[in-house]
């Protein structure tokens, strides 16, 4: 169900007039940077904007010199690991292994996938839609696609619904690496792949702006998770609590004109312990002696 509420931000419209409010509050050049990477797609990038002009506006409100603009590097890795990291939005893969100890987790943003409590993600298993096995284990011998190894909802989180499937660490005959979801979906529709782990999240932005979405169809669904968390770089942990109420803040104040095109319901705050399950589930996977897909 898409939201159909309301807000006392218009959204998109006004986040120009926004960014020019928060200039006249702030420093020339703000000492910290901020990104929403996840679901930045070039169809919803106005909207991302629009997010986080509220959030920096209520920022600067609290006297945090918010940069006007987010940042976005050709590589995550270059976000996440900035040492003036105010405000990120990483995998939660990420924030129980290379990130552990550099940032601090603030919550998740609330997409409201079905089957998943507020702020819980999960990946959709997709084949092409002529494909007439009916479920996982009829893919044995298949090609997988994946976005990256490093990724939960494309890599992880298949590996743990394929591990009690896998033979002396097998189960696919082929594996093929995309770079990101959208591409995954690409593949698996031009025959290039047979299945591959979808982000939720990813999914509906699909439904609304790729193609490629017409010609494959929905296998399962893996088990909820904690969504991409958003973080704060360790050195700035501090103003956690002034973040929060600022991504709060924000998020509430959306209109549907923002909310709708992000799927965007809520956001919450959580500890960054929520995301442990994220690693419990990988070494279940490598006990069953599945450590990767293959």
């Given amino acids: 169900m898409r939201l159909r509420g309301n807000g006392g931000y218009s959204g998109v419209g006004e986040y120009r007039a926004g960014n020019a409010a928060i200039a006249d509050r702030q420093a020339p050049v703000s000492p910290y ?9 070039p169809e919803v990038r106005d909207e991302i904007d629009a997010l986080w002009t509220a959030i920096a506006a209520r920022l600067c409100d609290a006297g945090i ?21 105010l405000l990120g939005q990483a995998c939660g ?36 839609a002529d494909d007439d096995g009916d479920d996982l284990a009829a893919f044995r011998g298949g090609r997988v696609a994946c976005n990256g190894r490093r990724s939960w909802s494309g890599h992880g989180a298949l590996m743990s619904a394929v591990a009690p499937l896998a033979e002396d660490g097998r189960f696919f005959g082929g594996y093929v690496e995309t770079g990101t979801h959208r591409e995954s979906i690409r593949r698996v529709a031009d025959r290039g792949a047979d299945i591959a782990a979808i982000d939720a999240v990813v999914w509906p932005l699909a439904l609304d702006h790729e193609p490629a979405v017409d010609e494959v169809r929905i296998l399962a669904w893996t088990d909820p998770t904690p ?47 929520d995301y442990e399950v994220i690693a419990e589930r990988l070494a279940a996977a490598e006990a069953a002696g599945y450590p990767t897909v293959a």
């Avoid at 940069?67 to 040492?83: A, F, G, H, I, K």
């Avoid at 079905?114 to 993600?121: A, F, H, K, R, V």
């Fill in 33 to 41: 940077v901020a990104g929403l990477p996840m679901y930045d797609w």
């Fill in 65 to 85: 010199e918010a940069p006007q603009s987010l940042s976005r590097p050709d590589r995550l890795e270059d976000l996440w690991t900035v040492p003036d990291l």
């Fill in 93 to 128: 893969l990420d924030v129980v292994d290379g990130l552990r100890g550099r940032v601090e987790v603030l919550g998740s943003l609330d997409y409201g996938i079905g089957g998943c409590e507020p702020g819980d993600y999960r990946s959709v298993l997709i084949c092409r």
């Fill in 227 to 273: 969504a991409p968390p958003l973080v704060v770089g360790w050195a700035h942990a501090h103003l956690a609590g002034v973040i929060n109420e600022a991504v709060s803040g924000a998020v509430a104040s959306l209109g549907p004109d923002v909310r709708r095109p992000l799927d965007l319901y809520g956001y919450r705050i959580r500890p960054g312990a």
